[in-house]
């Protein structure tokens, strides 16, 4: 993996703050047999992010759009977590008590159970061009 070609390189300077403790040694299901245990990735960015052009002056929810989430082992395989194209594909980890924390656009981060992250997934939400109603 190219961690030093991303975007928040410049302030991370660390590969180890990509991998979750609790996934170390745990197979990352969807990928080639060769990579399962060493894939060095528990968090994936929103998908829907990467063609748009976000601030706080064009969009006015921010605290609503998901930036990045613990992707479960079972589904985790390249790093984003789309949840639009209407499979199973990307899910929510449930691993710290039956959810996780997730990051938003406007860089709060906030513990869910992972039904309620399986309810927001559902909902399109975290999506940057959902509107509320």
Known sequence: MAFEKGSIWPYVRNKAVYL???DIGVKAEHLDVR???EYPLSY???ARLQHVVLDAMTNRRPSR????????RKTINDGFF?????????????????????TFFDAHAQWLSYKELCKRRASGEWSPDYRLH
């Open 20 to 22: 979750c403790p609790v």
């Open 35 to 37: 990579y399962r245990r």
């Open 44 to 46: 994936s960015a929103n």
């Open 65 to 72: 759009v998901l930036l990045l989430i613990h992707e479960g």
């Open 82 to 102: 789309d949840w639009t194209n209407g499979t199973d594909d990307d899910m929510p980890s449930d691993i710290h008590y039956d959810g996780s924390t997730i």
